[in-house]
């Protein structure tokens, strides 16, 4: 491998774990993007036509998991 091709592969493999290591440190950063999805879709006027909607957005505003078996992310996946 040319010596240019090897520093490339080097420099993308050292910002990779970088990256890993930094996503490690912070791992409610998903959590919290997929929080503010969920506001952002269920806060829509359309949703107020969907039963089903409505109820996995009270059970989210009541504290129901994101995630998980019984997740609101699950229930509304299931639905769309």
């Known amino acids: 491998m040319r010596k240019t091709k090897r520093d490339a592969a080097e420099t993308l493999f050292g910002i990779l ?3 890993e290591a ?3 440190e ?3 950063n998903d959590i919290n993007a997929l929080n503010e999805l969920l506001a952002q879709f269920l806060s829509q006027d359309k949703i107020s036509d969907n039963l089903d ?3 996995i957005k009270r059970d989210w505003l009541n504290g129901t998991a994101l995630t998980g078996a019984n997740g ?3 229930k509304l996946a299931a639905i769309d």
């Open 72 to 74: 609101v992310r699950r």
């Open 53 to 55: 909607k409505q109820a």
């Open 22 to 24: 930094l996503a490690e």
């Open 17 to 19: 774990q970088e990256t």
């Open 26 to 28: 912070q791992p409610g």
